[in-house]
């Protein structure tokens, strides 16, 4: 558990705060600060009772603002982001130390040379990258300069960038400490050097659209493109509704501006004003920029706009009309030149006729009106996005020639592919992932087996339907205790009587203990 603590710059708070923990015999595994307002505390996991107890301790003492839970130390926090950037850096990575032997590959360059990382670690990467003498070039210690040569990686060409790392000593001298190596196909750059040279013209060139319904969307969207109004793209979820709006603004007089997206279903209330209209200066903070200021002159692109509360729908009416808004704690108004694209999975007609969304929004969100069609809709797509998808993933993995037995075509042209073509790409990128040889089966695909009469073969399934039921029904009761954690409120919010919600929490032992608030 880590606490943060909100503060004043004084002398000796830290120590009083390590002197209450103290008190309540409370090991604590590490203290960070970070500028002189902020202590940071790593302790073992506490109680809800003894956090209630210990909380209010910290929050009297003198030059204490506030104190609340982080889900991270900066310092973690800073060792997560770097290992996530590492990765999934899209190009093959490898760090060497001073002999030019590996400290680190990355998911992509380990998945080329087909080892783990731990079974690279100390192995020398002249036994997988040829054609530069790594020996020569780390022997010229602080003068080693980054090169940019051509060479070998598992017998492939690529074109490598070597990075030297140097530290500062004590002494102000430098020193080479290692080196970074990163590579790049013949694909990746072709495909780098045409996202250079690509046009507003050919801004829909990524979207894939085989079949004739696919092909008129694409058509009405080019139309669109060219037209300043706001725009509602409809349609299921991972239909690829942000790529058209993207390809939208590309073709459109606002490409060279700004476009900034927003997913509406992922923005909590409490942080959404600030997130969209910036922050006024504070005694304690400076102003900060929005979204809606971030974007001027750009398109805002508002993903899953059906998920947006009804305060933040009348805020959003307003800069849709005249273009002005205020930041939050702050009384000047600021004007903005946006153009609104928006998408959605919903029936937001209907949603206005229940009054969970806006009237008069709605018509200002949807002068330009455009549906997307499912990809079971479109299944003359299917079979070509999937070769594109296992293209581009093999190249990238170092696979090369890889295809679709026949069977494996028929099934993924006649799947439902409830995930659009999200769920086609992920499922294919693990297909290439797994196979071992030239050929994807079936088995491959990792999905629940599927006929046209019969729809999915649950095969793997065990059990009774009771306990089918009584699973889903404990898993569903879990996710909604956080946001509903009194009997009344979740028996409400399901349709039935306290007294029935009451005795399903105590039979699926269900409660502020069991349950993380």
Same mark, same amino acid.
């Given at each position: ?9 004084r002398?000796?708070?830290a ?5 209450? /923990? ?7 595994k590490?203290?960070? /600060?970070?500028?002189?307002?902020i ?16 909380l ?11 104190v609340?839970?982080?889900?991270f ?6 060792r ?31 998945s080329?040379i ?5 079974d ?17 070039w ?24 070597i ?17 970074v ?9 072709g ?24 092909r ?25 509704k942000?790529?058209?709006a ?12 700004a ?7 992922a ?15 504070s ?36 800069v ?17 030149n946006?153009?609104f ?6 029936? /937001? ?7 969970e969304f806006?009237?008069?929004l709605y018509y200002?969100?949807?002068v330009?009106? /455009?549906?997307v ?6 299944r ?5 996005m ?12 170092g ?12 099934f993924?042209?006649?799947?439902p ?6 769920q ?35 095969q ?11 699973g889903f029904?404990?898993d ?11 009997t ?11 007294t029935a919600i009451?005795?399903?929490l ?11 608030i």
């Amino acid at each position: 558990m880590r606490l943060e603590i909100c503060c004043q710059d004084r002398v000796g708070l830290a120590q009083k705060v390590l002197s209450i /923990l103290a008190e309540y015999e409370i090991n604590i595994k590490g203290i960070e /600060l970070k500028e002189p307002s902020i202590i940071y505390v790593n302790i073992l996991d506490l109680d809800f009772s003894e956090l209630q107890e210990i909380l209010p301790k910290i929050r009297l003492l003198e030059g204490v603002e506030d104190v609340k839970t982080a889900h991270f130390m900066p310092s973690e926090l800073e060792r997560k982001e770097f290992s996530t950037l590492i990765k999934t850096f899209p190009d093959p990575f490898i760090s060497l130390d001073m002999r030019g032997n590996i400290r680190l590959v990355n998911n992509i360059a380990s998945s080329i040379i087909g080892k783990k990382l731990e079974d690279l670690e100390g192995q020398p990467v002249s036994t997988w990258v040829k054609g530069f003498n790594f020996s020569r070039w780390i022997e010229s210690g602080e003068e080693a300069l980054p090169q940019t040569q051509r060479l070998k990686f598992q017998n492939e060409d690529y074109v490598a960038d070597i990075l030297p790392i140097h530290v500062t000593e004590q002494d102000s001298k430098r020193k080479l400490i290692g080196a970074v190596l990163i590579l790049k196909s013949e694909y990746r750059l072709g495909e780098q050097m045409s996202a250079f040279k690509q046009s507003t013209d050919n801004s829909f060139s990524g979207i894939h659209a085989t079949s004739g319904a696919m092909r008129k969307v694409v058509r009405e969207a080019k139309r669109m493109a060219h037209i300043d109004s706001s725009m509602l793209i409809a349609g299921e979820t991972g239909t690829g509704k942000e790529l058209i709006a993207r390809s939208c603004h590309n073709s459109s007089a606002r490409a060279d501006k700004a476009f900034m997206a927003l997913n509406c279903a992922a923005l909590p209330d409490d942080d959404a004003e600030t997130e969209l209209f910036g922050k006024g200066e504070s005694n304690n903070s400076a102003a900060k920029k929005g979204l809606f200021e971030l974007a001027d002159g750009g398109t805002i692109f508002l993903d899953e706009v059906g998920e947006m509360s009804p305060t933040l729908q009348t805020k959003l009416l307003r800069v849709i009309q005249d273009g002005r808004f205020r930041r939050v704690d702050d009384e000047q108004e600021i004007n903005v030149n946006v153009r609104f694209i928006s998408s959605t999975n919903k029936d /937001l007609l209907n949603m206005v006729s229940t009054g969970e969304f806006r009237e008069d929004l709605y018509y200002r969100l949807n002068v330009l009106g /455009l549906n997307v069609p499912s990809l079971r809709e479109r299944r003359t797509d299917i079979i070509p996005m999937a070769e594109f998808f296992i293209a581009k993933f093999g190249q990238r993995v170092g696979k090369h020639h890889i295809t679709l037995t026949d069977d494996c075509r028929d099934f993924i042209e006649h799947y439902p592919w409830p995930g659009n073509v999200r769920q086609l790409e992920n499922v294919l990128i693990r297909a290439v992932s797994l196979v071992e040889g030239n050929e994807i089966t079936t088995e491959h695909l990792q999905l629940p087996a599927y006929t046209r009469e019969h729809g999915y073969l649950e095969q793997d399934f065990e059990g009774t339907l009771d306990a089918a039921v009584k699973g889903f029904e404990a898993d569903l009761l879990r996710k909604l205790y956080p946001a509903y954690p009194s009997t009344r409120q979740l028996a409400k919010k399901l349709g039935l009587s306290h007294t029935a919600i009451a005795n399903k929490l105590r039979e699926y032992d269900i409660n502020k203990k069991t349950v993380k608030i």
